[in-house]
């Protein structure tokens, strides 16, 4: 599976982004994924997980109520609406496949995207 990620860029604290993640193959609705970030000099952090079939949505306390995490299975696509930025979100976004029991977990993710870069001014 190659996931490629896309949309982040540089916004004001405030402003909304909405993160894509397209995955190569047929079998993307089988897949749970999940939306992770690495800040500077920080350790990759969970954001947000879905499951395969779009219901079962969480979320890190540090974004719930700001980002949304969807998908669009006919599109072989899953996104992160991001509300109500502050500086603290500024990170690289990772999205990830699924196949282990945490959600929370890194080790939980087997395939992972490039990254896309978001960075969010005070």
């Known amino acids: 599976v190659q996931l490629q990620a896309s949309g982040g860029g540089l916004v004001q604290a405030g402003d909304s982004l909405r993160l894509s993640c397209v995955a190569s193959?047929?079998?993307?609705?089988?897949?749970?994924m999940g939306w992770f970030r690495q800040g500077p000099g920080k350790e990759r952090e969970f954001v947000a997980s879905?499951?395969?079939?779009?219901?079962?949505?969480n979320y890190a306390d540090s974004v719930k109520g700001r980002f949304t995490i969807s998908r669009d299975n006919a599109k072989n696509t899953v996104y992160l609406q991001m509300n109500s930025l502050k500086p603290e979100d500024t990170a690289a976004y990772y999205c990830?496949?699924?196949?282990?029991?945490?959600?929370?977990?890194?080790?939980?993710?087997?395939?992972w995207g490039q990254g896309t870069l978001v960075t969010v001014s005070s």
């Open positions: 879905i499951s395969r079939s779009g219901g079962n949505p």
């Open positions: 193959g047929p079998t993307f609705s089988s897949y749970d």
């Open positions: 990830a496949v699924r196949d282990g029991v945490t959600i929370t977990s890194r080790r939980s993710y087997r395939y």
